[in-house]
């Protein structure tokens, strides 16, 4: 197993332990980024510790909370790290416990490899091309090295109990809109039996995953460093996250950032 593997996996960790120290505090220090999202001292935390740890391999790292890196330096790599320091920073922010820290690596457009942490409810998601992907929720085994720690995981997708006959949808709390509302009614004119199911940040992929859903409709703005970890561990099951309108698999490091709509199941 690539040792760049562990690395990044210790380096979520490290960074969700980080968050936690700031979750715990009463003053955020929350800030407002150009774009109007929210920024807080975690954020900038776990971004650092990520950055410094990523460096030891050598790849370049395309953060959200980086600097900007125009699309003539990028168009040329070949693989690269992928990372979202602490997605889900408005649940952060309501402390619903429902964040994540996301690193991919991301090799010709395509993610390969994902790593994605849930530090305040302690599920950590790995996805590793060729082996399957993994959730582990036991602390003692974190910071052991990959091919000992998915040894004492869960892989996925996990047995589930009978749905009863339900189509479970992944629906955004926040970002419920008219066009998802229109893709539920198409399932249910298919005579699927829908039940809308939720959790926050890049945890709705995961329950994919994990086989907790069937299927989640994204018909909103999302950035590729949103989905490229979770992506890995979806794709790591056989599973996959594509476009809505071609039914082609999500690209990265694309001039502009943003995902198309796209379903994953």
């Given at each position: 197993?690539?040792?760049?593997?562990?690395?990044?996996?210790?380096?979520?960790?490290?960074?969700?332990?980080?968050?936690?120290?700031?979750?715990?505090?009463?003053?955020?220090?929350?800030?407002?980024?150009?774009?109007?999202?929210?920024?807080?001292?975690?954020?900038?935390?776990?971004?650092?510790?990520?950055?410094?740890?990523?460096?030891?391999?050598?790849?370049?790292?395309?953060?959200?909370?980086?600097?900007?890196?125009?699309?003539?330096?990028?168009?040329?790599?070949?693989?690269?790290?992928?990372?979202?320091?602490?997605?889900?920073?408005?649940?952060?922010?309501?402390?619903?416990?429902?964040?994540?820290?996301?690193?991919?690596?991301?090799?010709?457009?395509?993610?390969?490899?994902?790593?994605?942490?849930a530090p305040w409810i302690n599920e950590l998601f790995v996805g590793l091309p060729g082996m399957?992907?993994?959730?582990?929720?036991?602390?003692?085994?974190?910071?052991?090295?990959?091919?000992?720690?998915?040894?004492?995981?869960?892989?996925?997708?996990?047995?589930?109990?009978?749905?009863?006959?339900?189509?479970?949808?992944?629906?955004?709390?926040?970002?419920?809109?008219?066009?998802?509302?229109?893709?539920?009614?198409?399932?249910?004119?298919?005579?699927?039996?829908?039940?809308?199911?939720?959790?926050?940040?890049?945890?709705?992929?995961?329950?994919?995953?994990?086989?907790?859903?069937?299927?989640?409709?994204?018909?909103?703005?999302?950035?590729?460093?949103?989905?490229?970890?979770?992506?890995?561990?979806?794709?790591?099951?056989?599973?996959?996250?594509?476009?809505?309108?071609?039914?082609?698999?999500?690209?990265?490091?694309?001039?502009?950032?943003?995902?198309?709509?796209?379903?994953?199941?």
């Open positions: 197993m690539k040792n760049e593997y562990t690395i990044a996996t210790r380096a979520a960790l490290r960074a969700g332990e980080a968050i936690l120290e700031v979750y715990s505090e009463e003053d955020l220090e929350i800030e407002t980024k150009a774009d109007e999202t929210p920024l807080t001292r975690a954020d900038k935390m776990a971004h650092r510790i990520i950055r410094e740890a990523l460096e030891e391999t050598g790849i370049p790292v395309l953060s959200e909370e980086g600097r900007e890196i125009p699309y003539e330096e990028r168009r040329g790599w070949e693989q690269f790290w992928m990372v979202d320091p602490l997605d889900g920073t408005k649940e952060f922010i309501k402390r619903n416990g429902e964040f994540t820290v996301n690193i991919a690596l991301i090799e010709k457009g395509r993610t390969e490899f994902g790593v994605v942490f399957g992907s993994y959730r582990c929720v036991n602390k003692k085994h974190f910071h052991q090295p990959l091919d000992y720690l998915i040894q004492f995981s869960e892989k996925l997708p996990l047995e589930q109990e009978d749905a009863q006959g339900l189509f479970r949808v992944v629906a955004s709390r926040s970002h419920f809109n008219r066009e998802t509302e229109l893709y539920i009614h198409f399932l249910e004119l298919e005579g699927k039996k829908v039940s809308l199911v939720s959790r926050g940040s890049s945890l709705k992929l995961c329950m994919v995953a994990t086989g907790e859903a069937d299927v989640y409709p994204r018909m909103g703005p999302t950035m590729e460093w949103d989905t490229a970890a979770a992506h890995a561990v979806v794709k790591a099951t056989g599973k996959n996250v594509c476009r809505f309108d071609t039914g082609e698999e999500l690209e990265y490091n694309k001039e502009d950032l943003h995902n198309p709509f796209f379903l994953t199941r």
